[in-house]
């Protein structure tokens, strides 16, 4: 009987400890990312069932959100952005999309470095 006390000062201890750091795992890290929007504009567009046009006004109001709520717009959402402004024939819009894009993720510099040459060779 003597180990009974213990055992069950052992499970109570575990019991706690337990329940301690499952209240810590309800703590959740907000996203890196806002992604409003994005994936079902990008979505769309490869369906080819929106013009460019209606694609670009639904990501501009999804920045927006995204700026409104103090979030930052996930990679690749201002190159789309730019592609879909190159393909209506706006090249200045484009690169500053291509800009914000460099700004944003500097890994991306290269390909965006390579897609703002592109209008000026043609």
């Not at 409104?68 to 209506?88: E, I």
Request: proline residues 7%; glycine residues 8%.
């Amino acid at each position: 009987m003597k180990y009974t006390g213990q055992i069950r000062g052992i499970c109570l201890s575990v019991t706690a400890a337990a329940l301690l750091l499952s209240g810590c795992a309800n703590t959740s890290t907000p996203p890196l990312y806002q992604w409003t929007g994005y994936q079902p504009a990008v979505y769309d567009y490869l369906k080819g069932e929106k013009a460019p046009q209606e694609e670009i006004d639904a990501l501009e109001k999804a920045v927006q959100q995204i700026r409104a709520k103090g979030n930052t717009p996930p990679p690749g959402f201002h190159a789309q952005l730019g592609m879909l402004y190159a393909t209506v024939g706006n090249d200045g819009q484009a690169m500053q999309e291509f800009d914000a894009e460099k700004q944003l993720f500097p890994e991306s510099s290269t390909y965006m470095d390579f897609l703002m040459k592109k209008p000026k060779q043609q």
